[in-house]
C-alpha cells in the first residue's frame, strides 16, 4: 500500500503519470490544462468512449494538493492559483487575506 494513496500513478499513452484529476468534462480538462502547463508541467489527457477525461502530468512526484495548497501553481497572468479557483474555475479576484504589519 501506498504511503499516501492520494497520489496516483498510472500509464498514459505509455508514459507513467501522476494523475491530476479523473472523470472530468473537456471543458474542466482545458481548464486544468492551461494551469499546469503555465506552472511548467508537461500534460497528458486521455478520453474515454463516454467523453470524460484523465489528466495527468509526466512528472510521477508530483502531487496536485501539495502543489496547490503549497502555492507553486500559476496561470497564464503568473498570478497564484488559489483553491477556490482550482475548484470553481473563476478567474483569481484576489486574496480573502492581506498580510499587516
Known amino acids: 500500500m501506498a504511503i499516501n494513496p492520494h497520489h496516483i500513478v498510472e500509464e498514459l499513452h505509455g508514459i507513467r503519470c501522476s494523475i491530476v484529476e479523473k472523470g472530468v468534462s473537456g471543458e474542466r480538462a482545458q481548464f486544468l490544462k492551461s494551469i499546469l502547463e503555465s506552472s511548467g508541467f508537461s500534460v497528458i489527457s486521455v478520453a474515454d468512449a463516454e467523453g470524460k477525461v484523465t489528466l495527468g502530468v509526466t512528472n510521477i512526484v508530483f502531487n496536485p494538493m501539495h502543489a496547490l495548497y503549497g502555492r507553486k501553481l500559476k496561470n497564464n497572468e503568473g498570478m497564484i492559483v488559489t483553491p477556490s479557483i482550482w475548484y ?14
Open 88 to 101: 470553481t474555475m473563476k478567474p483569481n479576484e484576489g486574496f480573502y487575506w492581506e498580510y499587516r504589519k
